[in-house]
């Protein structure tokens, strides 16, 4: 076995099995890598009020290191932008955020405009009793990335989800952040504006610590070291066959010609006869 596996051709096979080999355990160690996704940044860095246009950029998408951000932002309201973003728990109750359309002072020409999440209500017809934001105004809030669209029936002043690809056609602005910001404090005019009934404000926390795991990513990493091993296996298996077949060539040429049993002949017409 060891005098087949010596044959050059078959060194020239381990080389490239071997080569096979890493290539997989390469991809496999990738997979893993891939398996864990980046933990969000700690709370210790979050909660520092940082200027919007310092950690975010319009057009760009949101990042896990952006993401949970609070921050603060000086810009205004824009008059007739207030929407309904319906399917919104508060304290297990179901609900509606109420959401309008502000503009970020010193994101550039044009100003990009990000939405803002104002408070919670019970139902639509609540929102009547709720005052609008509309001229100068700072905000602070927590920044979180945008929704996905959702496609339903449409439902005047409501979008099912908070998506800003579907509110920068709804409110007809050229510019938007990909994301939004949930207000913890907002001044309007010098003059600060707290949630009042029926709106009640939204607090959301800081992400969870806990590094999700993809176990897809795990399985293709299994399976990229399994075919490691059978690239040498292959190998293996090869050098066995070669090996059997020389074996059984050696025994063929050992065996004398006598050994075999010559072939039956016709029979003659007198045997037939008898």
Request: without cysteine; hydrophobic residues 45%.
């Amino acid at each position: 076995m060891l005098k087949t596996a010596l044959k050059p051709r078959w060194i020239l096979s381990l080389i490239l099995a071997m080569a096979i080999a890493a290539l997989f355990v390469l991809l496999s160690q990738w997979q893993f890598s891939r398996s864990q996704d980046a933990a969000p940044p700690p709370p210790s860095t979050t909660e520092q009020v940082r200027p919007l246009t310092e950690v975010f950029e319009p057009g760009v998408p949101m990042t896990a290191g952006v993401a949970d951000q609070m921050v603060r932002m000086e810009g205004r309201f824009l008059p007739d932008t207030r929407v309904l973003v319906q399917t919104r728990l508060q304290d297990d109750r179901d609900g509606l955020w109420v959401v309008s359309a502000f503009e970020v002072a010193g994101s550039g020409q044009p100003a990009a405009v990000l939405p803002v999440v104002h408070g919670w209500v019970p139902d639509a017809d609540s929102v009547s009793e709720v005052s609008g934001h509309v001229g100068a105004a700072a905000v602070e809030g927590r920044l979180l990335p945008t929704e996905a669209p959702v496609v339903q029936r449409p439902v005047a002043g409501q979008v099912p989800t908070l998506s800003v690809a579907q509110l920068i056609n709804v409110w007809d602005v050229p510019v938007m952040y990909s994301g939004f910001v949930v207000s913890f404090d907002t001044v309007v005019d010098g003059s600060p504006v707290p949630p009042a009934p029926p709106l009640e404000a939204v607090r959301i926390g800081p992400q969870p610590q806990e590094t999700p795991v993809n176990w897809l990513n795990i399985f293709y990493a299994v399976e990229w070291f399994v075919f490691a091993g059978f690239a040498f296996f292959l190998w293996w298996r090869l050098v066995a066959d070669d090996h059997r077949r020389a074996l059984e060539e050696e025994e063929d040429q050992d065996i004398p010609a006598d050994h075999y049993s010559p072939q039956q002949t016709e029979p003659t017409t007198d045997e037939v006869r008898t």
